[in-house]
């Protein structure tokens, strides 16, 4: 695997050289994509102006890598947590319909950050990590940590989780999105225990070219073709399955040493 420091800072957008894939700032935006069930994430990131980076295609196994890698690096907490996070609607649409946190989420102990405020239609998460909840406090894993004043800490994909809407008062109201319009849901969600369940398939190289169409056409402001976004999707799954396996071998192991 891949030195802690190194997976944490690729993520983080601490990158150097010029290599399609390993200078992309922004990779967390096609590197979660990716650990989403539909097309639906990919879509929303598209209308927010956001790029989906064809390279990752050609580097799955990298991509996997690094997935495990970064869970692999996360601790156990020691104590209950509170953070927060900026979510966009659709992607918390799929959360509900699933009900997991299908990527990596990066939260943050500061509260709602104006940073994460260009996406479309917010859905702003006041966030309950259990103790002994998997989780990544940048400030702690990194000697030196670029981004100290936003507190992030991560937290895996696929932790399930319950969830109640709040109303919201005149302060969340203020807060807005890239439109300028006000959140559309205001929750607090308290995760709990990751959930696996996809089966194991075998890859079809084809996969590969249909996903890159599709990137092509959502970075154009375009609909793929159905039969891509098809495709695409048994790609997804196939990644997917992969590294749920390892997520899974972790916990495995550990119950070994208990």
């Known amino acids: 695997m891949m030195k802690q420091e190194d997976v944490i800072r690729f993520y983080e957008g601490d990158v150097r050289g010029n290599d399609v894939f390993w200078s992309d700032a922004k990779a967390y935006v096609t590197w979660n994509a990716l650990l989403f069930p539909d097309c639906s994430t990919e879509q929303a990131r598209s209308e927010e102006n956001r790029v989906l980076n064809t390279a990752f295609l050609d580097r799955l196994d990298i991509v996997e890598e690094l997935s495990c890698s970064l869970f692999w690096a996360m601790e156990k907490s020691k104590e209950e947590m509170h953070v927060y996070r900026v979510e966009r609607y659709a992607d918390y ?104 369940v996809l089966q194991e398939m075998e890859f079809v190289q084809d996969w590969i070219m249909a996903g890159k169409r599709c990137y092509m056409a959502w970075n154009q402001k375009k609909i793929p073709q159905e039969k891509d976004m098809e495709a695409y999707c048994q790609l997804k799954h196939w990644l997917q399955y992969r590294i749920q396996k390892d997520m899974q071998k972790r916990g495995k192991c550990e119950k070994k040493e208990d």
């Not at 990590?129 to 940048?138: D, E, H, Q, V």
């Not at 507190?151 to 109201?173: G, V």
């Open 93 to 196: 649409k799929v959360f509900q319909q699933y009900g997991k946190l299908e990527s990596f989420i990066s939260t943050s102990t500061a509260g709602f950050l104006n940073a994460y405020q260009d996406k479309k239609d917010l859905v702003l998460m006041e966030i309950t990590i259990p103790k002994g909840t998997y989780c990544a406090n940048f400030s702690k894993l990194l000697k030196q940590y670029k981004k100290n004043d936003e507190k992030e800490i991560l937290l895996p994909p696929y932790l399930c989780f319950t969830s109640y809407e709040k109303q919201m008062d005149e302060r969340i109201r203020k807060i807005q999105d890239r439109d300028g319009h006000a959140p559309v849901v205001y929750c607090e969600i308290q995760v709990k225990q990751p959930s696996y």
